[in-house]
């Protein structure tokens, strides 16, 4: 579970940042409705996580969530295009890797 927790911070910072991209003028519409729709995923699949704890719909939901971290890391790298990008990036692959590695076993993709 710390695995999970410190992934959660890490993704936490990242939707932080992409808050404040979304304050900005710089962010191109298409790039404020991919950020907004990728956030709305993210907390979307993460409640599926939470709920399908151990149930039989625990791998599905792992499955989801995890895309929708790609996608949204994607989303991020695509329109930040402040000087932290690199380092918000780097913060949400080591997000994604560890929550990889905490998926249950048999749920990994």
Same mark, same amino acid.
């Given at each position: 579970?710390? =695995? =999970?927790?410190?992934?959660?911070?890490s993704?936490?910072? *990242?939707?932080?940042?992409?808050?404040?991209?979304?304050?900005?003028?710089?962010?191109?519409?298409?790039?404020?409705?991919?950020?907004?729709?990728? %956030?709305?995923?993210?907390?979307?699949?993460?409640?599926?996580?939470? %709920?399908a704890?151990? *149930?039989p719909?625990?791998?599905?939901?792992?499955?989801?969530?995890?895309a929708?971290?790609? #996608?949204?890391?994607?989303?991020?790298?695509?329109?930040?295009?402040?000087?932290?990008?690199?380092?918000?990036?780097?913060? =949400?692959?080591?997000?994604?890797? %560890?929550?990889? #590695?905490?998926?249950?076993?048999?749920?990994?993709?």
């Open positions: 579970m710390m =695995l =999970l927790s410190a992934a959660r911070r993704l936490a910072a *990242g939707l932080a940042a992409a808050l404040l991209l979304l304050g900005t003028a710089a962010v191109a519409a298409e790039c404020r409705d991919d950020l907004v729709a990728s %956030q709305d995923s993210l907390r979307t699949t993460r409640a599926g996580v939470d %709920q704890a151990e *149930g719909g625990k791998c599905p939901a792992h499955r989801s969530h995890y929708a971290m790609i #996608k949204f890391r994607d989303v991020l790298a695509r329109c930040d295009t402040s000087k932290e990008r690199a380092g918000r990036v780097a913060g =949400l692959n080591a997000s994604i890797d %560890q929550f990889r #590695k905490g998926m249950p076993a048999g749920c990994r993709p």
